[in-house]
């Protein structure tokens, strides 16, 4: 069955952003290039990552002020992406860990929901979010209000792909739907040219990381003032940026946000990328193993799917400075067989041109699956 005519559409949650899932949308351009992207609300000012995309937002889009205040959409978002008329698209292919898989798409129409994660705030990652003063404020029988709508909407789509098997879980757990698993691509521009760095040359740990409470990113600053000895360079922003400053000691310093090429050098010249949190995926430990650089993760979630434990990283079981003491203890003594090449021969399972490959073929054979539904059906 020929596919390479489809008319495909994509759906995404918010583009006003960048992080790893905006990554992952240029990625799907290069196998889509004439699909466009219906999205809540477009900040072209913070998106500029989309120019080269035909973004077609919502009717809320006209007020600007709310083009970066996702978050005050949450109760009407729904209905907002039911507005779109999908009618004239053969596949739809929402990426979303929020609302975009709500879009209403008719019977001859697959829509395939390429899902990044169940709503964190929702479902898994409920009491780290309750944390949060704003959080706290939300009465129960709203969030239950809210976790009612998104298994309403969790019924929309017609097949599901899932961004992990971490994932595959969750969808299988919140959901009750099944899913199958297409890894998502690290950047060609992370895997090192050049021969990496020798491990003696190395004289500081990493963390790049959104500075939010479950990252964990309090954990490695707690640890690392323990170990005074060792070096603790942090990339990223968010709202615990301040308390980490004042948590943390001499031995830490804080990047901010840098650029590509500046990650890129920081990961070459770093002894190991430290990676605490429980993550759907993860694209961090992978850049990190491209550029030959080893990860100390956490025993759970997408690491466990991207860093081989001994061979490529250390992986620790429990989110204690006890627990992360004695992983980065290891990796120092030298007791393992980590090397950089084996880091960047396990970064190759997930480059791009394999990316496009996996998902193309994944679409393709949904697709025909699809047709053939329906054709039994007349």
């Not at 706290?136 to 009612?148: A, D, G, H, T």
């Not at 025909?368 to 539904?373: F, R």
Request: charged letters at 20%; a positive charge; aromatic letters at 10%.
């Amino acid at each position: 069955m020929d596919t390479s005519n489809l008319k495909i559409a994509l759906v995404y949650d918010q583009v006003n952003k960048f992080g790893g899932a905006e990554r992952l949308l240029s990625a799907l351009q290069k196998i889509y290039p004439q699909a466009p992207i219906y999205t809540l609300v477009h900040s072209p000012k913070s998106a500029s990552w989309a120019s080269s995309f035909k973004v077609i937002p919502s009717p809320i889009n006209i007020f600007k002020p709310l083009r970066t205040r996702h978050q005050w959409l949450s109760p009407i978002a729904p209905m907002m992406f039911e507005t779109f008329n999908l009618n004239k698209f053969d596949v739809v292919i929402s990426i979303t860990r929020d609302n975009a898989k709500a879009v209403i798409t008719k019977p001859e129409t697959l829509h395939i929901c390429y899902c990044l994660t169940p709503t964190r705030y929702l479902w898994g990652d409920i009491m780290e979010y309750n944390q949060d003063i704003k959080m706290k404020l939300i009465p129960n029988s709203i969030k239950k209000y809210f976790r009612n709508t998104d298994l309403l909407i969790s019924k929309r789509p017609d097949r599901y792909i899932a961004i992990s098997k971490e994932v595959k879980d969750r969808i299988k757990t919140y959901y009750n739907q099944d899913s199958d698993v297409v890894y998502p691509p690290t950047e060609d521009k992370f895997y090192s040219k050049s021969k990496p760095n020798s491990p003696n040359k190395r004289k500081y740990y990493l963390v790049v990381s959104r500075l939010e409470p479950y990252k964990k990113t309090n954990l490695v600053i707690n640890t690392f003032n323990y170990l005074q000895g060792e070096t603790l360079k942090v990339v990223g922003t968010g709202s615990q940026l301040k308390n980490l400053k004042k948590l943390a000691q001499g031995n830490t310093s804080f990047l901010g946000q840098v650029s590509d090429q500046e990650l890129i050098k920081l990961y070459a010249n770093a002894k190991a990328v430290i990676f605490p949190q429980i993550e759907d995926f993860g694209l961090v430990p992978l850049e990190a193993q491209a550029s030959g650089t080893p990860v100390i993760a956490f025993n759970k979630g997408g690491a466990k799917e991207t860093v081989i434990n001994n061979h490529t990283g250390i992986l620790f079981n429990h989110q204690t400075v006890s627990s992360l003491t004695k992983a980065i203890k290891k990796f120092e003594s030298g007791k393992h067989q980590i090397t950089p090449a084996k880091c960047q021969q396990n970064a190759l399972k997930f480059t791009q041109d394999r990316f496009i490959i996996n998902f193309r073929d994944k679409v393709n054979k949904l697709w025909q699956k699809h047709k053939l539904q329906l054709q039994q059906k007349q």
